[in-house]
Each structure stands twice: as C-alpha cells, then as structure tokens.
C-alpha cells in the first residue's frame, strides 16, 4: 500500500545529473562563462542585442568574440606547449614581430610595396623562426622553457622596435584590412581564421598519434624517449606551432588596427594565453589538454574584460582580477591543496 504514494513522490523529484557531466573537465569553464554573461545581462542593457548592417553582425557578443579572436590563437599554441610541460613566455613578442615585418613590407601608401602575399609569407617566417629558436634551445640544449622563452620575449620585441625605430608604422593598404576586420556571411572573418585553425590541429590531434604523443611526453619525457618516440622533435613541433599560431595574431592584430606598433602589440598576450589554457582545464604538469577548453579559457578572458570596461570599473582593477583568477586556478591544480580541502569537509 506505501509502494504507490513513494512512487509518486520519486517521480515529482528532479532526476539527479549524470555522476559524468558533473565531472566534465569542461563544466568549471561554461559555468563561469554562464556566470559572466549572466551578469553582462542583468547589468548591461541591450548586452545580447544582434543587429544587421550593410549585411554584416553587430552587437556585444560579436565584439566579444571578434576581439577574442587572437587570444584564442595564442591559447591554442599555448596549449600544446604546456601539455609537453613547457611554458612560452615570448608570444607577445612574437606578435609584434610578426606584424612589424607585414607592415614595413606592406609600407605606408594606397599601394602595397611588396605583394600583400608575400609580405604575410614573410611575417609568418620570422614568427616560425622564433619558434623554431625556441624548440632548439629547449629539446637540444636542454634550457628551461621559461628561460628560453624569456630571451625571445626580450629580444624579440626588441628587434621589433628596432626595425620601426620604436614609432608606429600605419599601413594604408585596404586588402590588408580584411584578415582583421573582414566579415564572412556576416560574421567577423577572424572567426572563420581560428575555425580553420582549430578544426586542423583538432583532426591531427584526434585522427593522428600526435595528439597521444604529446601526452605521453607531457607525462614523462623520459619513458616516451625509452618507448622510441623523437621526443625532441615534438618538442620544436609545438614550440613552432604555438609561434606559429602568435605570428597569425599579430598580422590579426595588425590588419584591426591598421598598423604595427612594436612597442604595444601583444603586450602581456602571453600571460593571457596561459591564464585561458589553466581556465579551460589543461594542466599546467603537462600530460591533459583541452583545445575546446583552452578557446572558452579565451572567452571568460574577454568577456571579463568586456564586463570591467562596460561597467565603468577602472582598467586597473583587471589586473588585479586576472591576478586573483590566476590564483584560484593554482589552488584549484594543486593537489597538496585538494587534500587539505578534502579533510577540512571529512572533518
């Protein structure tokens, strides 16, 4: 006679989330993009108004995801480097140099004075040589990532400012304009460009040994060299994929502005791109990555900054936002810290 009334009342309680999706890796990052926009809406008038002119989309979300466009680049670099356990603090100077070379090629008139094609052929080399320097003094001189990386992010945006004599060069040259601030089906074209690059290091991580390989070396370098992988050749393959990725940022970067300014361009991106990374759930011990995580890590990033402009807070206060951000994923990635959590809530 008690089976019924109890049957009744389970089926009035909400069924309970899968024990799976509760531990998604990537449920932490959508819940604090949730809790971003949320605010954006009840703070922000008109915050999710899409509005169509001269066939193109406008609106608060397009300019969020428009202008995080060469963030997620860098996070997707950034990603792989870190799943070696590595770390590439030069990124921000990689985008400046990049885009120094396709504007001083480009030059200042109507009339580009190298091919635009060329002039961005040549932009992306020097970004993979510098990634390719990087690679070399980590996997065959043995440096310290952050170490190596650290004289590129010197040198590098030092040479930036020495081909421009530290001044900004502006470029006039409309063909230029499209990579940065081009629209595609009405969308910003930037987007149809991180897309593309996303969907092609996606398939090779999934569809190719790659992407198992680069775990087994963030895991342990020394077990996947005894197992026969070329540990140091992955090692400069994602060095010279994450300036790879940096170098089409700043030429991004570059094309918005319509002009390369050495002194300024990518300015502390690097910290951002390993803030996005840890945010979208990669480890920072190497082994475990998300590019899908490591893109919405670029996201809350942005919108986070959308949010403190909008709201009038100063721009200061987002340093220190970041600041506290970065601590939480620290703590949140220590295990000595999840321990100690889990004893004060058994206790």
């Known amino acids: 006679m008690t089976a019924a009334p109890a049957q009744a009342a389970s089926k009035d309680k909400p069924a309970p989330a899968p024990a799976w999706l509760l531990r998604h890796p990537l449920l932490r990052p959508l819940a604090a993009l949730a809790v971003l926009l949320l605010i954006d809406l009840l703070a922000i008038p008109g915050f999710f108004h899409l509005s169509i002119k001269d066939g193109h989309l406008y609106g608060s979300l397009v300019d969020i995801v428009n202008r995080a466009a060469p963030l997620m680049l860098a996070a997707l670099g950034m990603t792989l480097v870190i ?12 985008v400046a140099l990049s885009g120094t070379v396709a504007a001083m090629l480009i ?14 052929a040549a932009a992306m080399g020097a970004a993979l040589l510098c990634g390719l320097w990087n690679g070399v003094l980590v996997a065959s ?13 010197v040198a590098g945006r030092g040479l930036a400012q020495l081909l421009t004599d530290g001044q900004i060069v502006t470029v006039y040259h409309e063909p230029f304009f499209f990579l940065g601030g081009g629209h595609v089906a009405g969308l910003p074209f930037s987007l149809t460009v991180v897309a593309v690059v996303f969907a092609v290091i996606a398939l090779m991580m999934r569809k190719t040994a790659l992407g198992l390989f680069i775990q087994a070396v963030g895991i342990n370098p020394v077990a996947a060299r005894l197992a026969g992988l070329k540990t140091a050749s992955l090692i400069v393959f994602v060095y010279v994929f994450c300036a790879a990725c940096a170098g089409l940022a700043g030429l991004m970067i570059s094309s918005n502005i319509k002009s390369a300014d050495a002194n300024n361009a990518g300015l502390l991106l690097e910290l951002d791109a390993i803030l996005a990374v840890t945010l979208g759930g990669t480890s920072l011990a190497g082994g475990k990555f998300s590019l899908v995580g490591s893109v919405i890590g670029a996201l809350i990033i942005q919108t986070l900054t959308y949010t403190i402009y909008a709201l009038g807070v100063p721009p200061e206060v987002n340093m220190v936002v970041k600041s506290v951000v970065v601590f939480l994923v620290c703590l949140s990635q220590s295990a000595q810290f999840k321990h100690l959590f889990s004893r004060a809530r058994s206790a």
């Open 83 to 94: 799943a070696t356990r590595g770390i590439d603090i030069s990124v921000g100077a990689v």
């Open 107 to 120: 030059g200042g008139a109507a009339q580009a004075q190298t091919p635009l094609g060329w002039a961005m």
């Open 141 to 153: 001189l043995g440096l310290q990532p952050i170490v190596a990386t650290l004289i590129l992010m």
